[in-house]
């Protein structure tokens, strides 16, 4: 089953759990198990080629460079089909053939028995040969353990230093498939071909910088034991929002779909706290509320003469906005000076429904304000960090928070028995699940980088918080929120995505809301 689209794809895996999907299935051929085992090689390995020619039809000669393991077979396979296809093939390995095991020692003796030699890295030391039309990379595969090292660290370099395409097989080759990070140094590939389950590192952290464009195929193997299995990576898709997101009732009115209130715009700040609410509103939000500097009345009311904008001044005239509204956001524009850390702390003890962002998970990580703990006083709690932002929550690096998204998505989730939103390439969101005991985490992966500009947080926190007023649970105004957020994005990026703005977005934040 190769498939460019990613829509089918419900569930994403870790290493050790695909190598299960595999040895299960070997395991199932019994006797056979032996042959079984070089026939999903050969499958991979053909499923490779197949999506190397999709992707360049007329590339006519490739170098394949090949590792120690199984990864490595692969690509001898690959060779093997690019032979049968007239191609000009140069196969470079990492190590002395002789060393191969199994299916992968199998692989190469096919290739040999094909015509084609195998050339070694050490042996390119004069690097006059022809550049090919493309490269393919198979190195490494998901089992690496730590940094690259030694020959294959001196063919990621060359490879990334080659002026062609490369194809990478199953994984870029120094990419972790489990956190997305980088172990010392990765192939950059113009696109990759995974096998068997989509590997989670893949489109979150630095794995969509490595991948490229992603084809997945099964290799026949399918995964039903799985699907029961909660222990996964859900991958969020555009069918969601049809689900999740049904049409209103005919006889509705703006009463039945919450209040909201959005808390921000300090001095000089407006735009963000405006930005976001007519995010929440164009989300569906019912009625919206706004309590913010006086300076910034005439302009917010100008720009969104929809939202009712007060002056707040003081906590005491957000009383009576908090006793009409459902729920809150705070934090765009919020600002860290006493105002700002007074309707904070006045916000936490509500008891409504809360999304904290920007400044107020800064003031919060500062130890400036403390979330209650969970129980009948509180309402639910969305935090939605950048990795600045959640560096600071848990009290570690941004590097730190980089080299595994998932345990620090999960660690923040832990910390602050809240919903939590750990934004960038592949957002994930993380929140409790009551009924299985455990936590969950879900990853987005639509987006792109012209979502790389000012103002495009303040959007992801009025979508939440005008799905959060709707009466969806938390959990789920997160995860369709970032997701309304991303499809809208890429709406919008069809006119291109350097130059777009956060207000680009406004008009397809509509559609998206109304599958």
């Known amino acids: 089953m190769m498939s460019h689209s990613l829509e089918n794809c419900r569930y994403l895996y870790r290493a050790e759990q695909v190598r299960e999907l595999e040895r299960n299935y070997i395991k199932n051929a019994g006797e056979q198990a032996g042959i079984v085992s070089f026939a999903l090689m050969r499958r991979a390995g053909q499923a490779a080629f197949k999506a190397m020619i999709e992707q360049w039809p007329s590339a006519n000669s490739i170098r394949i460079y090949c590792g120690p393991g199984n990864n490595g077979g692969d690509g001898y396979i690959v060779a093997v089909e690019a032979k049968k296809a007239g191609m000009q093939v140069e196969l470079v390995s990492t190590v002395d053939t002789a060393q191969l095991k199994g299916d992968a020692a199998a692989a190469c003796q096919l290739a040999r028995e094909w015509g084609l030699a195998v050339g070694y890295l050490s042996d390119q030391s004069d690097k006059n040969h022809p550049t090919p039309d493309l490269i393919v990379d198979a190195l490494l595969g998901i089992g690496l353990g730590g940094n690259v090292r030694g020959a294959v660290a001196d063919a990621i370099t060359e490879i990334n230093q080659a002026d062609c395409q490369v194809l990478a097989i199953d994984i870029p080759s120094g990419l972790c498939s489990d956190t997305g990070s980088i172990l010392g140094d990765a192939i950059r590939a113009n696109a990759t071909v995974t096998f068997v389950g989509v590997k989670q590192g893949l489109l979150s952290g630095r794995g969509p910088g490595c991948v490229g464009e992603l084809y997945f195929d099964n290799i026949g193997i399918e995964s039903p034991e799985f699907k029961s299995n909660s222990d996964f990576t859900e991958h969020l898709l555009g069918v969601d929002l049809k689900n999740s997101l049904p049409a209103r009732p005919r006889d509705a009115h703006k009463g039945n779909f919450g209040h909201l209130l959005m808390v921000g715009g300090n001095y000089g700040m407006a735009g963000a706290i405006t930005m976001a609410a007519e995010a929440a509103l164009r989300s569906g939000a019912g009625l919206l509320s706004i309590a913010t500097q006086p300076e910034h009345l005439p302009g917010i009311q100008t720009r969104l003469p929809e939202a009712m904008a007060h002056a707040a001044t003081s906590v005491d005239q957000l009383e009576m906005l908090l006793a009409k509204a459902t729920c809150i956001a705070i934090g765009p524009g919020l600002g860290t000076t006493v105002w700002s850390e007074h309707m904070l702390k006045r916000v ?107 103002g495009m947080g303040d959007l992801l926190t009025g979508v939440i918080a005008g799905l959060l007023a709707q009466g969806l649970a938390a959990h789920e105004a997160a995860r369709l929120g970032v997701l309304v957020h991303a499809l809208s994005a890429d709406q919008a990026a069809q006119q291109g995505e350097r130059g777009m703005i956060a207000t680009d977005l406004m008009p397809f934040i509509r559609q998206q809301v109304n599958p």
Not at 349 to 370: F, K, M, P, R, T
Not at 387 to 414: C, F, H, M, Y
């Open 348 to 454: 936490l003890n509500s008891g409504l429904d809360l999304v904290l962002d920007a400044d107020a998970l800064n003031l919060l990580a500062d130890g400036v304000v403390e979330l209650t703990e969970p129980g009948a006083g509180r309402g639910q709690v969305i935090l939605t960090p950048h990795p600045g932002e959640a560096a600071r929550l848990l009290s570690t690096t941004v590097q730190q928070v980089e080299t595994d998204r998932w345990a620090a998505v999960k660690a923040i989730q832990e910390k602050y028995s809240a919903v939590v939103v750990l934004k960038g390439a592949g957002s994930l969101i993380c929140h409790w699940d009551s009924e299985l005991a455990e936590q969950k985490v879900a990853l987005c992966s639509a987006g792109n980088p012209g979502m790389a500009s000012g």
